[in-house]
């Protein structure tokens, strides 16, 4: 980027961060998810969400490389406190079929955080006329949308109304 940021670059730069940190916070936290799974199915989404996410960041690295900045040293609180909950949820002493009902929930929570946060990043690289950038972001924006609507159906095919009701 420029020597001389305006304040929206900031921001983006700020952004684009906190993202390659959320990125990374779940790659780190979905391996344990999809182990706690107990539908097979449920397992092998978040498995392969998992290498998603990992091309997810090094579509992240591409960005920093093309705008010259660097990702690291940012901590996501938002992803940190989503991934917290998730591991409750595998904490509670829940039947299986509760369990994978609980796990869609806490991912799906995951993948709003980030589309919120790719489309708002996506909006202000467009505005500053790094459309390069906004493509790239609006690919793992694209993604992130398919796999919330993934989880929807999977929620609906496997999960057990009477099993969990009774
Ligand atoms: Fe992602
Ligand atoms: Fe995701």
Redesign the pocket.
Known sequence: MAEEMNPLEELLEDELKDLYSAENQ?VKALPRMAKAASSPELRRAIER?LE??KR?VERLNAIGESLEIKLTGKKCKGMEGLIEEGKEIMSEDLDDNALDAGLIGAAQK??HY?IAAYGTARTHASLLGFNKVAKLLQQTLD??GA?DKKLTALAESIINVEAVTS
């Open positions: 779940l969400h998603e996410t997810q995951v993948e980030e993604e992130e796999t």
